[in-house]
């Protein structure tokens, strides 16, 4: 039955930068399908307080980890810290990352080292950390969070826009050599999505939100649009999906 293979019942997922925004919605709904969860915040404890306590309404458990995977050394601190309070995650959502929105011309150094250790080089180092124990064990999911700017670009958003693409690349990749090991490799590409980081970045009402980035639909999407495709793909019921791409945009990517 289908109930039966979309249910994550006896799995554990961790899921970066998971105390707000998409990576709160794809926990929460994780939790609500049975998932017991590990909670990654940066810097807000408290915040990661208010959803772990959403978990434990839902009837699963939470444990609650940080860190600030910008920094170099920030992998096998956080590494360690899952092992130690948690089981080893059958399910890895790579969903932290950093935008700088600035002009190329005006891109600093540290800068483009911030979002490319938080977007890139993190997401390789956690993948390469986690996917020998799925491995090991026969069954595993993969899923990174990436961006429609993959294809479409933010004028200010230069090295944000590269680190997804090249996520992609690396998802691919691996793709093809874990696929005949039971672990699943994806990229979702979320378009505009109505979280905080929508708020800061780009001041305008809703409906020119949608307007000015071209959204076919013309609606804003909610972290539950993601979080509803990040549990078929984790599940038992996405076993036959992997190396793919898969927008959740409301048409922008066309």
Known sequence: MLSEKISLAGKT?????????????IALAMAEYGAKIIL????????????????????????????????????????????????????????????????WQDITQEDFDIQVNANFRSTFLLMQRFAPEMVSKGWGRILTVGSVQQIKPHPSMMIYA???SAVL??????AMQLADKGVTVNNLAPGVIGTSRIEEDVPEAEERISQRLGTPSGQIGDPEDCAAMAVLLCSEAGR????????????MSL
């Open 240 to 251: 036959f999906i992997t190396g793919q791409n898969i927008y959740v945009d409301g048409g």
């Open 13 to 25: 997922a961790f899921i970066t930068g998971s105390s707000q925004g998409i990576g709160k919605g």
């Open 40 to 103: 990654h915040y940066r810097k807000n404890l408290d915040e990661a307080k208010e959803v772990a306590g959403e978990i434990r309404k839902l009837g699963s458990t939470a444990v609650i980890v940080g860190g600030d995977l910008s920094r170099p050394r920030a992998v096998s601190a956080l590494y360690n810290q899952v092992t130690k309070k948690a089981a080893s995650p059958d399910i890895l959502v790579l969903n932290a990352s950093v935008q700088i929105p600035k002009v």
């Open 162 to 164: 590269a680190t997804k």
């Open 169 to 174: 690349n690396m998802v691919q990749n691996a």
